[in-house]
């Protein structure tokens, strides 16, 4: 499938008093490109346009990821026959090739004679055959961060569709550092939510560690010496001479449970004054 270009679009052979209104048209397109934020459809959009600009049969965008990779970030215009062509084929190394050098010299590259092309190395079984074909980089300041290369005019590209995608390809450019800008900055959002969350919990946590530490004080200061002074008491009184029987097994209960209370106390204040286990 080839495309073609709409009406609405720049036809790139044009006289030198058209170029203004090509111009004005890539002004327009670039608006919309610049409006949008996820970086998928910057590159599927951008895609678009540039086959249509240039009625290409197919064409993809590349973006540099490390010194010697290209990630093929957005294709367009086939469908692989065979399954995970894509995944496979999609970490590209970065030489000397037709498409290549647009990288590393950050230039464009013209060929209307791809397989005769002293450049050409081939493709992967599955990729449609190139015939011609043009490579343009994708620049923001002096750093060359990706290409786009668009394929199979009928007739062959020009300087004219060269100058038109290299015009288009500065403003893609910009619009995909934006576009990666507005996802760090996301998940930088992101990010600090998770923290201030996490920070909350912790507060949250501090706070309660801080109310059992008082109610736990309050537990060994108040209750637990009145249940001392019951057992104290007891045992006072069991200590006395002539406790009827009745009267003293009484007081010995009392003691005993006063005894058992303030074991009780001890073990709560232990376990309140405790540091709480994780992810209660």
Not at 250 to 272: K, P, T
């Amino acid at each position: 499938m080839v495309y073609r270009l709409p009406d609405s679009l720049p036809h790139p052979t044009v006289d030198a008093d058209g170029w203004q209104a090509q111009l004005e048209s890539l002004y327009a397109i670039s608006v919309e490109i610049a409006g949008l934020r996820e970086l998928s459809q910057v590159m599927d959009r951008a895609l678009e346009y540039c086959l249509a600009l240039t009625t290409s049969a197919f064409g993809f965008i590349g973006l540099v990821d490390g010194p010697d990779t290209m990630d093929v970030a957005a294709i367009r215009g086939f469908v692989p026959d065979r399954p995970g062509f894509y995944e496979r084929f999609r970490k590209i190394p970065i030489r000397r090739t037709i498409f290549g050098v647009v990288i590393l010299e950050g230039r464009s590259n013209l060929s209307n004679d791809v397989l005769n092309d002293p450049l050409h190395i081939g493709s992967p079984r599955g990729h449609p055959p190139v015939r011609t074909f043009l490579g343009v980089p994708l620049k923001v300041r002096d750093e060359t961060i990706g290409m786009i290369g668009v394929a199979n005019r009928p007739d062959g590209y020009d300087a004219g569709h060269e100058r038109l995608l290299s015009t288009f390809a500065n403003q893609v450019a910009v619009a995909i550092a934006n576009a990666r800008l507005y996802e760090q900055q996301r998940q930088m959002i992101a990010d600090l939510q998770s923290l201030h969350a996490r920070l909350n919990a912790a507060q949250v946590e501090a706070l309660i560690h801080q109310e059992r530490n008082r109610i736990a004080e309050e537990l060994h200061d108040r209750v637990a010496q009145i249940i001392f002074s019951i057992g104290i008491e007891a045992t006072w009184c069991l200590e006395r001479d002539g406790i009827p029987p009745e009267l003293a097994a009484s007081l010995g209960r009392i003691r005993d449970l006063a005894a058992r209370g303030a074991a009780e106390i001890r073990r709560a204040v232990y376990d309140l004054a405790a540091e709480p286990p994780a992810g209660r």
